[in-house]
């Protein structure tokens, strides 16, 4: 469990100092919940991130009193530094159970393209999908077999299968991945 602390200020001096002392800045939201303003150990949260096995993943926020609250987020957004490339803020949202939310869901690939050897490049139009769903029918990734793409193929939308109770609003026609001749 990612464990963080509720900011007392939202100003730019205590963000600053909260930074130099080696914290994350976070905003936890979600429907019908008041958005909280929170922050954690960067060291732990990477941690997090490469360790967790779900999409969704449990938080626990502790204010300056020692009130303690739990939530279960997915990140939905976050900013890096431009020049060092370090994450400077995440966006979570909250997965309430029974609540049908809009989340992005990554997109993996399985298989090795047939293209590959026509001299093709696999490119990623997408990396993930927004889907609106509740968080026990959310799925942790779409996996998509690319072994069957030749030079010039290309997986869309409406090649997906979405599971029972996930919703994808966009355009049947966009595409996910596709092979391409390469220059």
Same mark, same amino acid.
């Not at 995440?90 to 997965?95: E, G, H, I, S, W």
């Not at 077999?145 to 030749?150: G, K, R, Y």
């Not at 609003?169 to 996910?176: A, K, V, W």
């Given at each position: 469990m990612l464990?963080?602390?509720?900011?007392?200020?939202?100003?730019?001096?205590?963000?600053?100092?909260?930074?130099?002392?080696?914290?994350?800045?976070?905003?936890?939201?979600?429907?019908?919940?008041?958005?909280?303003n929170g922050a954690f150990k960067v060291g732990d949260f990477l941690k997090t991130m490469r360790t967790k096995e779900h999409l969704i993943f449990p938080i626990q926020l502790e204010d300056k009193d020692g009130n303690v609250k739990e939530l279960n987020v997915v990140v939905q957004e976050y900013q890096r530094d431009p020049v060092t490339g370090d994450i400077l803020h995440?966006?979570?949202?909250?997965?309430q159970p029974g609540v049908k939310t809009y989340f992005y869901v990554p997109i993996k690939v399985k298989g090795t393209p047939i293209g590959l050897k026509n001299k093709g490049v696999l490119i990623y139009h997408r990396r993930r999908i927004k889907v609106k769903s509740t968080p026990e029918?959310?799925?942790?990734?779409?996996? #998509? =077999?690319? +072994?069957?793409?030749? &030079? %010039?193929?290309?997986?869309?939308?409406?090649?997906?299968?979405f599971p029972e109770g996930v919703e994808c609003? #966009? =355009?049947? +026609?966009?595409?996910? &991945? %596709?092979?391409?001749?390469?220059k």
């Open positions: 464990k963080g602390i509720i900011r007392e200020s939202t100003s730019k001096a205590y963000t600053k100092k909260l930074r130099r002392d080696g914290y994350l800045i976070a905003n936890i939201y979600g429907k019908g919940l008041e958005n909280i995440v966006d979570l949202l909250a997965a029918n959310l799925p942790d990734y779409f996996e #998509l =077999d690319v +072994s069957n793409l030749d &030079v %010039g193929d290309t997986i869309i939308i409406r090649d997906i299968q609003y #966009l =355009d049947p +026609s966009i595409p996910i &991945v %596709g092979v391409v001749k390469a």
